[in-house]
């Protein structure tokens, strides 16, 4: 039985015939010349989101940012003009990462009035500026003003902070976030400022586990066992999965789903501890009031009364998921080698008025990690045997469209920097 | 002001015998502990606590959330430790996370309380 109203052409992959429906190859998530390759037409080259304006609260707030990938690490930080800057961790005198403590490759957060080298105590203000050289007249007339941080392109957007490493991005961050992105403009973001963040090194590569995220094909089978009786779990699992909307933008992506979109009543069957403390995977029952009118336009596109969630995958690595309960998620997948990287998953919640909302997070909480730890596991496996590169040809679904879709954005960004 | 000599409000101290187990500060503290605990150890906690979880958040509702007193804040992690054991109970029948092997996900920091 079709709940969702697929294209008229027949199925959302068809909608878009540049894609194909044929089988793909997993070459480029198993290949370490093609890992390179990402590195400069990717990573160097693209918008990166690596956190958000409520992290730098105040002037000198800062934190860093490990960048593998791009082999650099960044530092965040908050200026006296109240500017946000970004600038490469490395001091102009003999290279020392700039800001670390015991251990040097941990991400740092602090608030500093000066940014000081603890190899040879050179000193930097708050915007880059090379501001103190021990022992100067021991130097061969330097320049001060040539030495400042070097600066990374930092903008902001909706409260998010992306970073480019080119030294003139091909587009401004807007417009390279496109209208995926204007779609879901003005949503409250900034009012959900309870956060939980996780992270876990995967080992698989980042586009797998992306691909992971970007269906729910897998979810009646794979968390099959964490349906509230196994009757729910038997009923899932024979309708199946089916999105509501499926759209690509560009080089972005988006999945509109299902999901719980009313309180549950006496009736329904649910998980004692969902009852007892008023939350799930969706998220706690009862809503905060974020004071918002209406639903930014590109949320729910389908229109749909049984909406639960939109996924937004934003081109190359990060993801924002809207669940219908006032809360939202983000995702990063942060490559370190052709077979890892740095999952980062985030939880943003309306602050807790009292213990009974704190509980009602912490389930939700729970639950994201108990589902996650089993995609996590599973593409570890999965990645294992495509190296073995006993099979090259790989089926996708109508359902898989969002996969398909950044295999091919990935394999043309190299393409066309290699061509 | 002295510590208490009990971890929980006088209210809950029919729960006290499982505070000193299941009054874990931090989640990464609560889940090693789910990890390396007896199926029948979380069991008796869970039944134990299920039962008194709806007064204790009515109870812990009346305090503001950030300026709960010591032994409300310990009363809140119980109420963690909770959620945590029933992930065994409820769903998985085991401690671990079925097809989950080695797989970790750390809570970098959490919001405290």
Redesign the interface.
């Known amino acids: 039985m079709a709940v969702a109203q697929k294209p008229n052409v027949g199925s959302w992959t068809e909608a878009y015939p540049e894609l194909g429906t044929g089988p793909i190859s997993y070459e480029d998530s198993i290949s370490p010349e093609f890992f390179e390759a990402e590195r400069e037409a990717i990573f160097r080259r693209c918008w990166l989101n690596v956190g958000r304006v409520e992290q730098v609260p105040r002037v000198g707030s800062y934190f860093t940012k490990e960048l593998a990938v791009a082999n650099t690490s960044i530092i965040i930080v908050r200026g006296s003009d109240q500017k946000v800057r970004a600038f490469h961790n490395i001091c102009r005198h003999r290279g020392n990462k700039l800001v670390w403590t015991d251990h040097p490759g941990e991400e740092q957060r602090g608030t500093c009035q000066q940014f000081a080298c603890k190899y040879h105590g050179w000193r930097y203000a708050l915007d880059g500026k090379l501001t103190f050289i021990q022992q100067e007249e021991e130097f061969f007339g330097v320049d001060k003003t040539h030495y400042g941080l070097v600066e990374v392109n930092l903008d902001v957007w909706e409260g998010f902070i992306f970073i480019n490493l080119s030294a003139a991005p091909a587009q401004p961050l807007r417009e390279f976030l496109g209208e995926m992105a204007w779609g879901i403009e003005g949503y409250p973001f900034h009012k959900l400022t309870q956060v939980f963040p996780y992270r876990a090194v995967v080992k698989a590569n980042w586009k797998l586990f992306m691909d992971a995220f970007q269906e729910f094909y897998h979810a009646p089978v794979l968390h099959r066992k964490q349906s509230a009786t196994p009757e729910a779990a038997q009923a899932l699992y024979q309708m199946g999965y089916q999105g509501l909307w499926y759209q690509l933008f560009g080089f972005h992506r988006m999945v509109s789903s299902m999901g719980r979109f009313a309180v549950p009543s006496a009736n329904d069957t649910v998980k004692p501890i969902d009852r007892l403390t008023r939350s799930g995977l969706f998220g706690p029952w009862d809503e905060p009031d974020l004071g918002l009118g209406e639903l930014p336009r590109g949320l729910n596109p389908a229109r749909s009364p049984m909406w639960g969630l939109d996924s937004f995958q934003f081109f190359p690595n990060f993801t924002i998921l809207i669940w219908k309960p006032s809360w939202y998620l983000t995702y990063h997948y942060w490559p370190l080698t052709t077979d890892s990287h740095l999952f980062e998953g985030t939880l943003y919640f309306a602050p807790p008025k009292n213990a009974g909302e704190r509980l009602a997070q912490e389930t939700a909480a729970l639950t994201f990690k108990e589902f996650s730890l089993q995609d996590g596991n599973t593409l570890e496996a999965t990645h294992t045997m495509l190296k073995s590169r006993v099979v090259d040809k790989f089926l996708l679904c109508d359902q898989e469209i969002l996969c398909r879709h950044l295999h091919k954005v990935v394999r043309d960004w190299v393409s066309a920097y290699q061509g | 002001m002295p510590t208490k000599a009990t971890l929980l409000p006088d209210e809950f101290t029919d729960l006290e015998p499982f505070a000193a187990d299941w009054v874990l500060r931090t989640e990464p503290e609560r889940y090693a502990k789910r990890l390396s605990s007896p199926m029948e150890q979380m069991q008796a906690f869970y039944d134990a606590a299920?039962v008194r979880?709806?007064a204790a958040?009515k109870y812990?509702?009346q305090?503001e959330?950030d300026n709960?007193p010591e032994q409300?804040q310990n009363l809140?992690l119980l109420?963690?430790s909770?959620?945590?054991v029933?992930?065994p109970v409820?769903?998985?029948k085991q401690p671990h996370?079925?097809?989950?092997?080695?797989?970790?996900?750390?809570?970098?920091?959490?919001?405290v309380?």
Request: aromatic share 16%; charged share 15%; no cysteine.
């Open positions: 299920f979880a709806e958040i812990l509702n305090f959330l709960l409300a809140l109420l963690y909770l959620v945590m029933s992930f409820e769903v998985w996370v079925p097809d989950a092997g080695a797989a970790y996900l750390d809570l970098v920091r959490e919001p309380p």
